[in-house]
């Protein structure tokens, strides 16, 4: 297409707080519309960044003619009935994630998506885009590791947007509502299901796991108490087509920890991933180095984290391939949500076995 990527969003939440601010970094983008439930919401964003639609309804969204690409950033609930009608008017579409409540959901994007082939249709699992990952990615691929055996995965504690850790204290909201798409799992396991995929190329076939809510009750901003159905603790032990052998574990409610924590595992050689910015590698029976790759974002996105920058460099290549080029990394399609969702349901439905 010629001009700029008319760009559409739907929600206000994350996309005012991440994903309007980083479309400055991505030439050859224009904002021009916003939709939300809560109309205020929509006004007081495109107040903010100059956008000339507001709309309070996201089908209403994706059907304007002013828009290209549809970013789905509404609560997990809706990303399937908005992301199936921007398809069904043609436009293209970036869905956040969980891409939605279960697996069915999920399979009728993937329909939607394959029946409308000249859109393109993502999720925005941007750690495929952060530099340390996509470097671990090259090493594991090039058998740099030998061969790949298992992948640790953690997030202890989880931080909300005041970089303040998630625990007793955060108030009640959507993300604490089963019904609505919230929980860890689905909020960043999703993310962390998706990397052992990436990284050893082969789907999971095999998923034993347990989510689980602590804290019961919270207060909402109203001061009212409210159950809280969604998970705030998620591990689960997976495995692959080929064998590698995987486990995540995640909590809300941790108060101390090393937040982004990862290891992979081969037969010559282990990589370290520490925290949002470090990588190391060691072949077997010797020291750790560090090989933590640049990041020419740093600093320059708001908020100054790794999914801020790694949602600009997603969004670069989406607009490349929007324009004709062709994709220089590997991007989530909608079928990679769906074999994520999948994995997401097992989890939730696991069934241990009591020995008392």
Same mark, same amino acid.
């Given at each position: 297409?010629?001009? +700029?990527?008319?760009?559409?969003?739907?929600?206000?939440?994350?996309?005012?707080?991440?994903?309007? #601010?980083?479309?400055? !970094?991505?030439p050859g983008t224009r904002p021009v519309a916003i939709a939300s439930g809560r109309r205020a919401n929509a006004e007081a964003a495109a107040r903010e960044f100059k956008l000339p639609h507001v709309f309070a309804d996201g089908?209403?969204?994706?059907?304007?003619?002013?828009?290209?690409?549809?970013?789905?950033?509404?609560?997990?609930?809706? !990303?399937? /009935?908005?992301? *199936? @009608?921007?398809?069904?008017?043609? =436009?293209?579409?970036?869905?956040? =994630?969980?891409?939605?409540?279960?697996?069915?959901?999920?399979?009728?994007?993937?329909? @939607?998506?394959?029946?409308?082939?000249?859109? *393109?249709?993502?999720?925005?699992? $941007?750690?495929?885009?952060? #530099?340390?990952?996509?470097?671990?990615?090259?090493?594991?691929?090039?058998?740099?590791?030998?061969?790949?055996?298992?992948?640790?995965?953690?997030?202890?504690?989880?931080?909300?947007?005041?970089? /303040?850790?998630?625990?007793?204290?955060?108030?009640?909201?959507?993300?604490?509502?089963?019904?609505?798409?919230?929980?860890?799992? &689905?909020?960043?396991?999703?993310?962390?299901?998706?990397?052992?995929?990436?990284?050893?190329?082969?789907?999971?076939?095999?998923? @034993?796991?347990?989510?689980?809510?602590?804290?019961?009750?919270?207060?909402?901003?109203?001061?009212q108490q409210r159950a809280v159905t969604a998970d705030d603790f998620s591990s689960c032990v997976l495995q692959t087509a080929t064998g590698v052998v995987a486990t995540i574990t995640l909590s809300t409610v941790a108060s101390?920890?090393?937040? !982004?924590?990862?290891?992979?595992?081969?037969?010559? &050689?282990?990589?370290?991933?520490?925290?949002?910015?470090?990588?190391?590698?060691?072949?077997?029976? &010797?020291?750790?180095?560090?090989?933590?790759? #640049? +990041?020419?974002?740093? $600093?320059?996105?708001?908020?100054?984290?790794?999914?801020?920058?790694?949602?600009? /460099?997603?969004?670069?290549?989406?607009?490349?391939?929007?324009?004709?080029?062709?994709?220089?990394g590997e991007p989530a399609t909608f079928r990679d949500g769906w074999e994520v969702q999948r994995v997401l349901d097992a989890v939730r439905s696991a069934r241990g076995v009591r020995l008392d």
């Amino acid at each position: 297409m010629n001009g +700029d990527v008319r760009v559409g969003f739907i929600g206000s939440g994350f996309a005012r707080r991440v994903q309007l #601010p980083g479309l400055a !970094h991505v030439p050859g983008t224009r904002p021009v519309a916003i939709a939300s439930g809560r109309r205020a919401n929509a006004e007081a964003a495109a107040r903010e960044f100059k956008l000339p639609h507001v709309f309070a309804d996201g089908i209403e969204l994706a059907r304007s003619p002013d828009v290209d690409l549809v970013i789905v950033s509404s609560t997990p609930d809706s !990303h399937a /009935r908005y992301a *199936i @009608a921007a398809l069904e008017a043609g =436009k293209h579409v970036l869905c956040e =994630k969980p891409m939605a409540l279960d697996a069915f959901e999920a399979a009728q994007m993937v329909a @939607a998506s394959e029946q409308h082939p000249d859109s *393109i249709a993502w999720l925005d699992h $941007e750690l495929r885009f952060e #530099p340390n990952r996509r470097r671990a990615r090259e090493l594991i691929r090039s058998n740099a590791l030998g061969e790949l055996r298992h992948i640790e995965l953690s997030l202890k504690p989880y931080l909300r947007g005041d970089g /303040r850790p998630q625990t007793f204290d955060a108030p009640w909201t959507w993300w604490f509502d089963v019904s609505r798409g919230g929980g860890i799992l &689905g909020a960043v396991g999703s993310h962390l299901i998706d990397l052992c995929r990436f990284w050893s190329g082969s789907e999971i076939r095999y998923v @034993a796991g347990l989510a689980e809510t602590f804290i019961t009750q919270r207060t909402d901003e109203a001061g009212q108490q409210r159950a809280v159905t969604a998970d705030d603790f998620s591990s689960c032990v997976l495995q692959t087509a080929t064998g590698v052998v995987a486990t995540i574990t995640l909590s809300t409610v941790a108060s101390h920890g090393p937040g !982004h924590l990862g290891q992979v595992s081969g037969s010559e &050689g282990t990589l370290l991933l520490s925290g949002e910015t470090k990588l190391e590698f060691g072949k077997s029976g &010797g020291p750790l180095e560090d090989i933590s790759a #640049p +990041d020419d974002l740093w $600093e320059k996105t708001k908020p100054n984290n790794m999914w801020a920058r790694s949602f600009v /460099r997603l969004m670069r290549e989406m607009v490349n391939v929007i324009r004709g080029g062709v994709p220089q990394g590997e991007p989530a399609t909608f079928r990679d949500g769906w074999e994520v969702q999948r994995v997401l349901d097992a989890v939730r439905s696991a069934r241990g076995v009591r020995l008392d």
